[in-house]
Nanobody, 125 residues
């Protein structure tokens, strides 16, 4: 049974940093592309970052140079290092696993069939 458990959210001031973690259970972690997505109140869910099996990453333009996605396949863990946080980064952050192994080329939420419960990030000005 696939399970994704996020942690690391919190309330911070603008300019601060947070590191989100997502531990995966129930499948071969290294075989799947992983993503971070977020949803702010009254907004649609948007993709933030994607990481491939080999560590290649892509980001939405709004977080480039501030956020870094990484993975530790030995620990079955996905990370999102968030620096220089802005109030507009306030959202519930979700990690997600691509539905199929060794596949993925965009942070399209429709491609990700497994989701964690989310961790809240709140950035105040």
């Amino acid at each position: 049974q696939v399970q994704l458990v996020e942690s690391g959210g919190g309330s911070v001031q603008a300019g601060a940093s947070l590191r989100l973690s997502c531990v995966a259970f129930g499948y071969t972690f290294c075989n799947y592309y992983m993503a971070w997505l977020r949803q702010a109140p009254e907004n649609e869910r948007e993709g933030v970052a994607l990481i491939c099996n080999d560590g290649t990453a892509m980001y939405v333009d709004s977080v480039k140079s501030r956020f870094t996605v990484s993975r530790d396949n030995d620990k079955n863990t996905l990370y999102l290092q968030m620096n220089s946080l802005k109030p507009e980064d306030t959202a519930m952050y979700y990690c997600a696993r691509h539905t199929f192994p060794f596949r993925g080329n965009s942070i399209n939420q429709a491609d990700f069939g497994y989701w964690g419960q989310g961790t809240q990030v709140t950035v105040s000005s």
